[in-house]
């Protein structure tokens, strides 16, 4: 059974930066579409950045509203999924998911087959 921690999430200035890491137990393969999601009350889970690592080339997908702020990584080693964002705005505050094993770069939250409890992030200005 696979399990996805994630972590790093905390409260920041405007303008700030965060890197959010997410560890998974279990197996993991290198290959997997990985990705992060956000959640704001009241508001659909939505995708952030999404990632797929193959022989072929890394393969990336970002949210417009996170396009050259956010940067999304893998460790296949440590078997962890990161999210580096910089340039925050006080409308990235939200609780941060990921997720593991989907069949498209793009899938939505519930195509996911391995998804994680979330953390928070809250950005001030």
């Known amino acids: 059974q696979v399990q996805l921690a994630e972590s790093g999430g905390d409260s920041v200035q405007a303008g700030g930066s965060l890197t959010l890491s997410c560890a998974a137990s279990?197996?993991?393969?290198?290959?997997?579409?990985m990705g992060w999601f956000r959640q704001t009350p009241g508001k659909e889970r939505e995708g952030v950045a999404h990632?797929?690592?193959?022989?072929?080339?890394?393969?990336?997908y970002y949210a417009d509203s996170v396009k050259g702020r956010f940067t999304i990584s893998q460790d296949n080693a440590k078997n962890t999924l990161y999210l580096q964002m910089n340039r925050l705005k006080p409308e990235d505050t939200a609780m941060y998911y990921c997720?593991?094993?989907?069949?498209?770069?793009?899938?939505?939250?519930?195509?996911?087959?391995?998804r994680g409890q979330g953390t928070q992030v809250t950005v001030s200005s």
């Open positions: 279990g197996y993991i393969s290198s290959s997997y579409f």
């Open positions: 990632i797929r690592v193959s022989t072929l080339g890394t393969y990336t």
């Open positions: 997720a593991a094993d989907a069949p498209t770069l793009r899938s939505s939250w519930y195509e996911y087959k391995y």
